[in-house]
């Protein structure tokens, strides 16, 4: 997501020949969308009954610990379930709500590789030209514009975003989900470690705190 707002921004032609630094100011500017900013939920979010979790799919896989979305993801599962709101689908067209995870590693500039699915654990083979790289198939729902980006085979890239953990809610049942504006984030160092998965407990408590204040306006 992040470089398709550069490129939106910029043109593909410049966002592309714009140095890493150049960059990284550019995306440390405030956004709208601040740490744990306090909003009013829409009422779709209090009634959304059933819930989606993907992986952001601009995300590259990390060399280093190439299944740490995987597991950031199903930590988000797990601390859902255990909250009792929601039930878990696996189709963004029967999701009320679509969250996008993506982990961070405390660096604003990673080497990635790219062209790979990254919602299913991740398979490292040794070959005699280097390391193959495969993952288990799994979510075919498209959850943004397949023709925005075009496949491509692995290949190794530089990541260019926020260093902490992202938790990001869409609005679901909508074509497309996450090509749409979020409803509410939440980036913060750990926020997807668990147990305590931090960006679920934070997402618990603003669905709180909007149904007390609804509640205090009815007559």
């Known amino acids: 997501m992040i470089w398709r707002e550069v490129d939106q921004l910029l043109g593909e032609d410049m966002a592309r020949h714009w140095s890493p630094l150049i ?13 744990d900013k306090k909003k009013i939920l829409p009422a779709y979010v209090l009634q959304a009954r059933t819930v989606l979790v993907v992986i952001d799919p601009d995300t590259g896989i990390s060399p280093a ?83 925005a980006m075009p496949p491509t085979s692995p290949h190794p890239q530089t990541e260019i975003g926020s260093s902490e953990d992202m938790f990001i809610v869409f609005r679901g049942q909508v074509e497309y989900p996450l090509d749409a504006p979020p409803v ?29 204040q609804l509640s205090q306006k009815k007559p």
Do not use: C, M
């Not at 960059?23 to 740490?35: D, G, M, R």
């Not at 979305?69 to 878990?88: C, P, Y």
């Not at 668990?194 to 705190?209: L, M, N, T, Y």
């Open 184 to 212: 509410w984030r939440y980036t913060a160092k750990d926020a997807l470690s668990d147990p305590a998965v931090p960006a679920v407990a934070q997402f618990r408590k603003i669905i709180e705190e909007t149904e007390k």
């Open 23 to 35: 960059l990284l100011l550019a995306l440390s500017i405030p956004s709208a969308h601040a740490k």
């Open 65 to 147: 610990n190439p299944n740490a979305n995987r597991i950031a993801r199903s930590d988000v599962e797990a601390a859902l379930l255990t909250w009792g709101r929601f039930t878990l689908v696996t189709d963004a067209q029967t999701a009320d709500l679509v969250i996008s995870v993506r982990r961070g590693n405390g660096k604003n500039v990673n080497p990635t590789i790219g062209g790979v699915p990254n919602d299913r654990p991740v398979i490292l083979q040794p070959t005699d030209s280097g390391i193959r790289i495969g993952a288990q198939q799994g979510r075919n729902t498209p959850v943004t514009d397949p023709t």
